[in-house]
């Protein structure tokens, strides 16, 4: 099977009630761990990979691999890059096979983000790939996308409902209380206005920062209208833990695949575990 615009994968969840796990890889381990979970979970899945990741493994590494495992299996499955900020980038990123883009003008003032969006949303018609945006701003680090918590906003519903009529968007990330990167605390969702903007923006929502959000309230979020989850520190997280402690056991090992199996098969149990979650399985 072929990689699949992302809009197709969240029109499907939102009818039906479900989220489609969003999961970062930089790496052939990670991008195996996701496929595996994926398939052993019969679920739809987005790859995905920042700009930081494209920087790291290179841009015909990055789609290579996703094309690959899309060709190998018949799950259905986008390649997203997340938080674009780089317009040429994105356009490399479209002719290097991504299925789907989310441009992160969440900085800009809204009239601009709104601006760049069409410009990108018009692109995409012609070019079958799928465009997430952002309004509001999500704290944390993620990448190269570092919000401090004073720069930090909530998306306004109001904005929201003006932003994805004047953009045509696929998908709206939101802020509504989540953070990239490690919490120092438990996060606190702010589910009355991720109702009200739902209720404002008929199109798919996204959760950025999901990683150690509790269960319920991604099940909530979900219930609410989130379509789409992106989790990234807490692959990172488990798969650094793992070679740390096999490293800790095994101090003399020197082959990688002795160091990164394990670290990759743990990543993979996680990750099922998330889709299991957002309630995906057996829905490919
Ligand atoms: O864009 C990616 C994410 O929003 C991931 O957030 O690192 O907190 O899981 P996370
Ligand atoms: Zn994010």
Known sequence: ????????????????????????????EILQAIVRAAQAENSPVILQASEGAIKYAGLAYIAALAKLAAQHTSIPMALHLDHGTDLELIEQCVQAGFTSIMFDGSHLPLQENAAVTRRLVDFSQR???????????????????????????????????????????????????????????????????????????????????????????????????????????NIREVFTVTVRKFMEANPGEIDPRKIMGPARD??????????????????A
């Open 266 to 283: 743990a990543a993979a149990e996680m990750i099922r575990e998330k889709i299991r979650l957002f309630g995906s399985s057996r829905k």
């Open 127 to 233: 070019a079958g790939f799928s465009v997430e945006a952002e309004l509001g701003r999500i704290s944390g680090t993620e990448d190269k996308i570092s919000v401090s918590e004073k720069e930090a906003f909530f998306t306004d519903p109001e904005e929201a409902g003006f932003f994805v009529r004047e953009t045509g968007v696929d998908a709206l990330a939101v802020a509504v209380g989540t953070a990239h990167g490690l919490y120092r605390g438990v996060p606190e969702l702010d589910f009355p206005r991720l109702e009200k903007i739902k209720s404002v923006v008929k199109i798919p929502l996204v959760l950025h920062g999901s990683s150690g959000v509790p269960d319920d309230d991604i099940r909530e979020a979900v219930r609410l209208g989130v379509c789409k989850v992106n989790i990234d520190t």
């Open 1 to 28: 099977m072929s990689l699949v615009p992302m809009g197709y994968l969240l029109q499907a969840a939102e009818k039906d009630g479900y989220a489609v796990g969003a999961f970062n890889y930089s790496n052939m």
